[in-house]
Nanobody, 121 residues
Framework: QVQLVESGGGLVQAGGSLRLSCAASGRTFSSYAMGWFRQAPGKEREFVATISWSGGTKSYVDSVKGRFTISRDNAKNTVYLQMNRLKAEDTAVYSC??????????????WGQGTQVTVSS
């Protein structure tokens, strides 16, 4: 089992920045790829970013490329999502997940509860 706890969400003005963290406990963190997903009100959960177990490979949804950066620190069992130049449409509950590298939710076995990000325009 892997337990995931997100933090760092909040209210920010458009154009601002936030850094989300996802702390993992349980089985070996470094053996999992990690992903960030988000769910906006009334919409389905969507892929945001993923990072391989080593951190050497990353992938992003087109809408956040150049603004968001995913990273991980295996020594701290933590994955991060740095979000810059935030837009109102980034407002959502952001969840991290552990599993296999990929963009599909079905590739992830463990999920956190999520943290709310609200961007005011």
């Amino acid at each position: 089992q892997v337990q995931l706890v997100e933090s760092g969400g909040g209210l920010v003005q458009a154009g601002g920045s936030l850094r989300l963290s996802c702390a993992a406990s349980g089985r070996t963190f470094s053996s999992y790829a990690m992903g960030w997903f988000r769910q906006a009100p009334g919409k389905e959960r969507e892929f945001v970013a993923t990072i391989s177990w080593s951190g050497g490979t990353k992938s992003y949804v087109d809408s956040v490329k150049g603004r968001f950066t995913i990273s991980r620190d295996n020594a701290k069992n933590t994955v991060y999502l740095q979000m810059n130049r935030l837009k109102a449409e980034d407002t959502a509950v952001y969840s991290c997940a552990a599993g296999r590298y990929g963009r599909r939710q079905s590739e992830y076995d463990y999920w956190g509860q999520g943290t709310q990000v609200t961007v005011s325009s």
